[in-house]
């Protein structure tokens, strides 16, 4: 079946401790992104790839690093620069068509990422 | 920056009631999605719109865009416990065609049978 998949399903962090967060999509999507959810707020925007080996920061960038040296995969680092990290993390892909309108984003079930 | 706003922040209904959620945005929307969660999972597309006017259902669920492109609505008929979750508006950044969606705080739906 194609989708997007995310690991692990829920992640504990350390003080000091780096986290990665994995996200693979056998879609084809040239496009994946990363959103971070906290309780009671929307989804913000943290990265987004249009293309492989490129990226581009969203909205809440600090304290994060991505890499997109496949297609099919857009893992997340949460760093220990990050000082708020609990939040529920959620992978997203679409294609990008030139000149033609928006196409729906799909998204993987999310990690929940909590501080010991 | 281009801001959504949903109303109400919470719903609880009684099955077989109707119900409306409402999406509001600060500025013209290109085109406006609406997805479905189940607490912590993922999101489920539900409908896309992007003509003023426009008005899309599946199954119980209706969604409109109004003419002026600023807000919509989500109308669910007859609502059942299966449509319990929360909903999500979604509306893309700007006009081009990056893929980048900003979204609403949520609704928060319960169904009591």
């Known amino acids: 079946d194609g989708g997007i998949t995310q690991s692990p399903k829920y992640l504990f962090r350390k003080e000091g401790q780096n986290v990665t967060l994995s996200c693979e999509q056998n879609?084809?999507?040239?496009?994946m992104y990363w959103y971070r959810q906290d309780p009671g707020q929307g989804l913000r925007l943290i990265y987004y790839s249009q293309i492989v080996n490129d990226f581009q920061k969203g909205d809440i960038a600090e304290g994060y690093s991505v890499s997109r040296e496949k297609k099919e995969s857009f893992p997340l680092t949460v760093t220990s620069a990050q000082k708020n990290p609990t939040a529920f993390y959620l992978c997203?892909?679409?294609?990008?068509?030139?000149?033609?309108?928006?196409?729906?984003?799909?998204f993987g079930s999310g990690t929940q990422l909590s501080v010991l | 920056s281009q801001e959504l706003e949903q109303s109400p922040q919470s719903l609880i209904v009684q099955e077989g009631k109707n119900l409306t959620i409402n999406c509001t945005s600060s500025k013209t929307l290109y085109g406006l999605y609406w997805y479905k969660q189940k607490y912590g999972e993922g999101l489920i597309f539900l409908m896309m719109?992007?003509?003023?006017?426009e008005e899309k259902s599946h199954e119980k669920i209706t969604a409109k865009l109004d003419e002026k492109k600023q807000q919509s609505s989500l109308h669910i008929t007859a609502s059942q416990p299966s449509h319990a979750g929360i909903y999500l508006c979604?509306?893309?950044?700007?006009?081009?065609?990056?893929?980048?969606?900003?979204f609403g705080q949520g609704t928060t739906l319960q169904v009591k049978p």
């Open positions: 719109l992007q003509k003023g006017g």
């Open positions: 979604g509306a893309p950044h700007g006009s081009g065609n990056t893929g980048k969606l900003i």
């Open positions: 879609l084809n999507h040239d496009a």
């Open positions: 997203a892909s679409t294609s990008i068509r030139r000149g033609l309108s928006n196409e729906k984003l799909f």
